[in-house]
């Protein structure tokens, strides 16, 4: 298998472009909205975007900051999760609880990125990853 074209050719001979392959499956994710009967075309091609053989890692990050939060005394959550090399999903928000320790408040960072980690495991599970 050519790791710079996982798909091989096309029915004419030609190398399959990734770059408009993967831009007609976003397109297709946006038309989702307006037309949910479609749905299950696209994720059936959806799922042929990454083949089997390539590095398929769930990486995520998770920091709290307690800088700005002089009035309210409430930390800022953010975490990110990759999937490969890819950025699939970032949240940024203020803690809904007061923290008692900068650590405590890094507990909840962390505990809200294994929350969206396992929502994510799950998802690939239900695509067949």
């Known amino acids: 298998m050519d790791k710079e074209n996982p798909w091989g050719k096309d029915?004419?001979?030609?190398?399959?472009?990734?770059?408009?392959?993967?831009?007609?499956?976003?397109?297709?994710?946006?038309?989702?909205?307006?037309?949910?009967?479609?749905?299950?075309?696209?994720?059936?091609?959806?799922?042929?975007q990454y083949p089997k053989a390539s590095p398929f890692d769930l990486v995520a990050y998770s920091d709290s900051d307690y800088g700005g939060a002089s009035q309210d005394r409430k930390s800022t959550t953010g975490g990110s999760q990759f999937l490969g090399r890819k950025l699939i999903s970032w949240q940024c928000k203020k803690q809904t609880i007061v923290a008692t320790s900068t650590a405590e408040a890094e507990y909840v960072a962390a505990a809200s990125c294994c929350g969206q980690v396992l929502w994510i495991q799950n998802q690939l599970l239900d695509y067949g990853y």
């Open 11 to 48: 029915e004419t001979g030609k190398d399959v472009e990734l770059h408009l392959y993967r831009s007609m499956i976003g397109s297709l994710m946006y038309l989702i909205a307006s037309g949910p009967d479609i749905m299950f075309a696209v994720c059936a091609c959806a799922r042929h």
